[in-house]
């Protein structure tokens, strides 16, 4: 593994309705790391991620992902950077005047110059991982949200992103299906050595597949380790987030 | 009263705002048609749905608005014994004003409110950024091509729309006031000179940017839900609904001007 860390975050603040949703948050992801991201519910996880891709400028802070720093990028450069970084969103955000194989295939049609038979092929390969076979016909509003949810990790593998941010990808999902995609998340890692961030809710999945953990709470992270280190992690917040108590400093 | 003043200060501030937004948007497009960035799979599907959607509200309300223009024309004119100039009447008040004017305005209620509803939909439901995120511009996707449908098929929309005002008008000018279609073709003929009709497509080509601009504006720019987007496609129409009854009066007094 590369020293270098693949993705790093310096003092980023991000402000959201007049405060800090964000403040200071310091990340280092190394390269062909998966990170999981844990937080309560509107702790501003999913507005972590869309600060990695470049959808929403901090207030402060450098986030330099492959040596760039994405806050800094012009449209132009940004976009060259996009097309190595998959993100999955919490809201499936599948185009629904698109069909499952058109949003699927939407990357490379954009990016790549590929005849038609080697994408519906591509598509198929996808679909068939997430386990929606012969379903390219259909459109989104066909689907259920599960499904949905699993459309939108293929379209984003598809274009075989060496970064990819995961907004809570098993969430809705029944466990089979959440093992599967937890399977492919490490195969995905293993096989391409991609990068990940993965936002979960789910503690099961999160010691599984994440190589380093990091809890946000109030705006900053307050603690960050390995699956066991936060196992065993003696921060009241982390202690009460993983046992799911209702005692503690988390007010419920 | 200071807080009025303040309040009307921060109108025009977000007027401004709201113009320069506009502007922005239309000079990034230009960007783009001009790097030659257009689409034509989604260009021509765009102008199929643009047309679909409004040729037969275009033609239905401008035969009617034709037809009435030429009943109180035609009235009068009989009176005064000069029924026979009623066609030229007509047809240069449909070809430089009615048929461009109503068309804008029933493409903006029509197809630019279902371009503000569509764009503000994947805005609300993250599309627009799930677009950029799979590193595509969406100026140049979605904009561009709605911009381009806009510029081709409002004016040709608009040829319909003069052809069916003036043929209402025809229509009524013979069953109520007896003027005989030949006369009314005649006075046409000697009326209108084929520079009206350009001026006429000049103004709609000003209003089909205006139109296509206002409604993806509108639509990217839209916030609070599918709340948001009801709000963001009434003012859609009443913005644009605005700018094309200023411009259009901006452009007659050059275009036509008083000799
Ligand atoms: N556009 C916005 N304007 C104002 N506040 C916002 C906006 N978007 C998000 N927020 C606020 O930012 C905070 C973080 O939101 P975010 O979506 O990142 O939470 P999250 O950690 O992903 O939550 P969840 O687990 O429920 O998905 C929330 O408290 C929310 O109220
Ligand atoms: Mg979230």
Redesign the interface.
């Known amino acids: 593994m590369n020293k270098e860390p693949m993705i790093t975050i310096r003092n980023l603040t991000m402000r959201l309705g007049g405060r800090d949703v964000l403040h200071n948050v310091n990340l280092e992801i190394g390269r062909g790391e998966t990170l999981v991201v844990m937080g309560l519910s509107g702790v501003g996880k999913s507005t972590l991620l869309?600060c990695m891709?470049?959808?929403l400028k901090p207030a402060n802070g450098t986030i330099i992902i492959e040596g760039k720093d994405i806050t800094k990028l012009k449209?132009a450069e940004l976009?060259?950077l996009?097309?190595n970084?998959?993100?999955v969103?919490q809201?499936p955000?599948?185009?629904?005047?698109l069909t499952v194989g058109e949003n699927v295939a939407?990357?490379l049609r954009?990016?790549t110059r590929l005849p038609e038979e080697e994408i519906q092929r591509i598509v198929a390969e996808k679909l068939a991982i997430v386990d929606l076979e012969g379903m390219e016909s259909l459109f989104p509003s066909q689907l259920s949200g599960g499904m949905q949810k699993r459309a939108s990790l293929a379209?984003t593998i598809t274009t075989n992103p060496e970064v990819i941010l995961y907004d809570e990808p098993t969430t809705g999902l029944d466990p089979i299906m959440s093992n599967v995609i937890n399977e492919l998340i490490m195969y995905l890692q293993k096989e391409f050595s991609v990068t990940s961030v993965v936002v979960t809710h789910d503690l099961e999945s999160a010691f599984k597949i994440g190589n380093q953990i990091a809890m946000l709470y109030e705006a900053v992270i307050v603690e960050k380790g390995s699956p066991e280190e936060i196992k065993k992690s003696e921060n009241p917040v982390v202690k009460q987030f993983i046992t799911g108590s209702a005692l503690g400093p988390i007010k419920v | 009263m200071l807080i009025i003043i303040e309040d009307f200060g921060l109108s025009v501030i977000r007027l401004f705002e709201y113009i320069g937004g506009l502007v922005f948007l239309f000079l990034e497009t230009l960007g783009w048609i001009g790097r030659g960035s257009i689409r034509p799979r989604l260009t021509v599907e765009q102008m199929a749905i643009l047309g679909v959607n409004s040729i037969l509200i275009v033609v239905v309300t401008t035969a009617f608005a034709g037809a009435v223009l030429s009943l109180e024309l035609a009235k009068q004119a009989v009176k005064f014994g000069v029924g026979r100039y009623v066609g030229g009447g007509v047809a240069i008040a449909m070809i430089r004003e009615f048929g461009p004017m109503l068309t804008a305005i029933v493409v903006a209620g029509r197809a630019g409110s279902a371009i503000t509803a569509e764009l503000g939909s994947m805005k609300v439901t993250e599309q627009i950024d799930a677009l950029m995120a799979l590193a595509t511009n969406p100026v140049r996707y979605l904009v561009v091509p709605r911009f381009l449908a806009c510029i081709v098929m409002i004016p040709m929309l608009t040829m319909f729309a003069n052809l069916a005002g003036t043929t209402g008008g025809g229509i009524v000018a013979y069953f109520l006031a007896g003027i005989e279609p030949h006369i009314f073709l005649n006075s046409i003929k000697n009326t209108v000179i084929l520079s009206d009709l350009w001026r006429g497509l000049d103004k709609s080509i000003v209003f089909a940017a205006e139109i296509a601009l206002v409604s993806c504006f509108q639509g990217l720019n839209t916030t609070g839900g599918a709340a948001g987007v009801g709000q963001a496609t009434t003012g859609s129409v009443v913005y644009s609904i605005i700018l094309i009854f200023i411009s259009n009066f901006l452009l007659s007094a050059w275009l036509f001007p008083i000799h």
Do not use: Q, V, Y
């Not at chain 1, 955000?93 to 005047?97: I, Q, T």
């Open positions: 869309k891709t470049g959808l449209p976009n060259e996009r097309k970084i998959g993100m969103f809201s955000a599948l185009f629904d005047s939407f990357g954009e990016h379209r």
